[in-house]
Structures are given as C-alpha cells and as structure tokens.
C-alpha cells in the first residue's frame, strides 16, 4: 500500500489516500477500517453489508479471531479477502481484536499472549512471521508488547518498549528476507504507555532499524481495548500524542491508532494528524444496545439531541419513529424504535443486526463529513459541535435481567444518556 497526501492544513489535519498497488484501487484518510471478527463484519453476512456500503473498504483482520484459519488458508489460493468472501478488498492484519477487553499480564521474554476464543495461545515471532506470510495481508502490524494503559507502572513500560524492539529486530530482519512479506506493508509499533522518555526510545529505534522497510506506524499501549478505549481522555492521550507527532512530522507516513475511541476523541486525533481508526466502536455500542444518534449538521442541531439513543429504555415502547430521523440506513428506512426496543426485551438476534447497520452507517457518513470538513479547513468547527452534544459526562452502563455486562462505563467519556 502507497500512501499520499493531498491537503494538509495546521488546523485540520491532513487529507490523501492510500492506494491498493495490486489493483489501484485508493481509499481516502481519515481512513475508518472495517473491523472484522473471524473474517466477517460482526452481525452482518456480506449481503447484509453490501445494504450498508456498496464501496469498496480497506477490512481489518485480527490474528486474536483468525488464527485457527492457518491451515484452510494455506490450501486456499484466492487470498485473504477472497477467503472471507470480500474479494480484491484490502486487509489490515492486526494481533488484536479492538472489541473485546484485553486481560493484563501473562507476558513473558520471548511471546505475546494472543487472546482468543479457544483461550490464551503462546504468540512467538517465530510463529506470527509464518502467521502473516500465511494470510498475506496488504498490511501488518509488527509484533510488539501492548500490555499497557494510564495507570501501568514505569517498570511495565520499560519491559513493554524492550520487548518491542527485540520483537521488531526479528520482524526487521524476516521482512526483508521474505519474498512474501516484501508484498505487504509493514506498520510499526510505538510502544511506551503514557511516558513520553519511553515513547521517544521506542520511536528512535523504529526510525533506526525500520528505515525503509516501515510503511507506517501504529500507536498501542494506551487502552486494553474494548470499551476501555472509549475511557481514555484527551486530557490523558493528547499530550503523549503530540509529543510523538512531533517527533515523526518529518515521516510522511500513515499513522494508526485502533480501538473504540469516542468520536470526539477522533476528532481530536485526526486534527493532529493521525490517518487510520476503526469501526469497533460500532460494534461497542450495538451490543451495549446504543444507537448512534450524534450530529454533524449545524442546520439540522437541536440542543435536546443526544450522542446516542439508549435501546433499552421503556419510553421508547410506542416511540414508532425511526432511530435517527433523514437517516438512509436500512435500519432507519424500514424499521422503528419501538420495533427495536421489542427485539432487545425479546432478546431477538435482529435487535443487534439492526443496530450495527446503523451504527456503521452513521460512522461511514461521519467520516465523509470529516473529509469535507478537512478540505475547508473547518474541523473546529465539527470539534465543537460534538463536543457540545457530549461533554465529558460518563453514562452508566445499565444492567437489566437480559442484558450482557461488557462494560460499566457505557460508551465512555463524551457522552450522555439519552433521556427521551
């Protein structure tokens, strides 16, 4: 994958696009990758998805969901996404999967702890290099050591960042070795936590003994993610982030920070240059039976809209509008609140379908906005119209009888509780 940029304002971040070298397809950053789970968009089959998006999307692909699919692919000789039934889509090969909470610990000197469905499997760079030659990705990340967030101590941090780069010498050398690995691009991983000296070193030994071979980076350690993304302030993250962001403004280069950021976060994250993010928000807030509901729009915002509509809230049993009203997503066009607020008190499997239709749509439309916004030169002005919507406030996670407990911090800071 090439990456070029086309605008870049002081105020707004920057514009390009990264392009596909296989077929030329380009795909515009602020880039939102669709994350996947085993191959395919949560909830959704690919006819499903094809009612959300008929474009053509760069799919994130996590090793935590796909490893046991190594030996079927190895037989298999239509590439990755064509093997998940996505075909000639590009594809993003993480270690981890941004919608499921990372347990702390288990580390050791030499491996990574992979969490997966099966339980904790033994990750050597060994065994991830034969991993990602085996999948042949567009792009993959690096192994590195991740196991950080705010409140990791300076001992954890130093072992994060020294594991990192003894991982990335082996990933280093293989890369350039490898014939197969050549074919793809290689992000590498910033370690270092919250701390700007460890941030730093492992920026300096990315830039030392990646050279030609890094394609871009990406940023872990700052969440375990899941919904303890959508915990992290832009109190805690911008300062650590402008201080990277000061040391590679000389690279241009595509920089990654996955996990389920608040959209206000995003936003802030995009203003200062970063380029790639992912869609597990969505999937965050559908299962957590939240439809998002915030604006962008200045001519159509009322200061009683809500950054997103509780589900499982009584008041909507004869509420017979749609979720978001001028909303084009199949969920918006067919159905209404009071038919969805039934699927979650029946416990119906469409109730969460229906809900990540949206939940995507709405964030694809939001990313188009953000590119608009850029090209004016006016992200401030989006900034402060979902700041206003969301604040700072923490919603509550409400725990009915039939709701599944992923997170008590709800959809984090940045939102408010929908009371209508």
Known sequence: MKFVIENLSKNSGRLGYLVQQDTGKQFKTPLLLQTTKGGSIPYLSREVFDHVSKDCHVLQMSLATMDHMKEALMLFKGGLSGFVGFKDYPTVLTIRDPCE???????????????????KEILSPEKYIELVETFKPDIYQGLNDADT???????????????????????????????????????????GGYNTFNRSQSI?????????????????????????????????????????????????????LPGAYTPLLVLELIKMGVDMFDSSYAYCA???????????????????DTPF???????????????????????????????????YKTSELLGPILLMIHNLHHLMQFFKKIHESIAADSLDNLIQLIKYQGGD????????????????????????????
């Open 286 to 304: 559908a299962v957590n039976f939240k439809a998002l509901s915030f604006s962008w729009e200045e001519k159509e915002f009322n200061v009683n």
């Open 149 to 191: 967030n705010f409140d990791s101590a300076k001992k954890r941090i130093q072992k994060s960042v020294d594991r990192t780069e003894i991982f990335m010498r082996f990933c280093y050398e293989q890369h350039s070795k490898s014939e197969i690995l050549k074919k793809s691009c290689l992000f590498v991983p910033i370690a």
């Open 393 to 420: 406030k923490v919603v509550e996670y409400r725990v009915t009888a039939n709701t599944k407990v992923i997170s008590k911090a709800g959809l984090g800071k940045g939102f408010v509780e929908s009371k209508s």
């Open 204 to 256: 300096k030994d990315a830039r030392a003994n990646g050279g030609d071979l890094c394609g871009g980076y990406i940023f872990e350690g700052f969440h375990n993610y899941g919904l303890s993304a959508s915990e992290v302030t832009s109190e805690q993250l911008l300062p650590i982030m402008t201080h990277c962001l000061k040391e590679l403004q000389a690279d241009s280069k595509p920089i990654m």
């Open 101 to 119: 909470t990372m347990p702390n610990g288990s580390n050791d000197k030499d491996i990574v702890p992979l969490f997966t469905r099966r339980g």
């Open 309 to 343: 509509i509780d589900i499982t809230d009584d008041c909507l049993r004869e509420d017979f509008t749609p979720l978001l009203k001028d909303c084009l997503c199949l969920a918006c066009q067919k159905h209404n609140r009071a038919y969805i607020h039934h699927l």
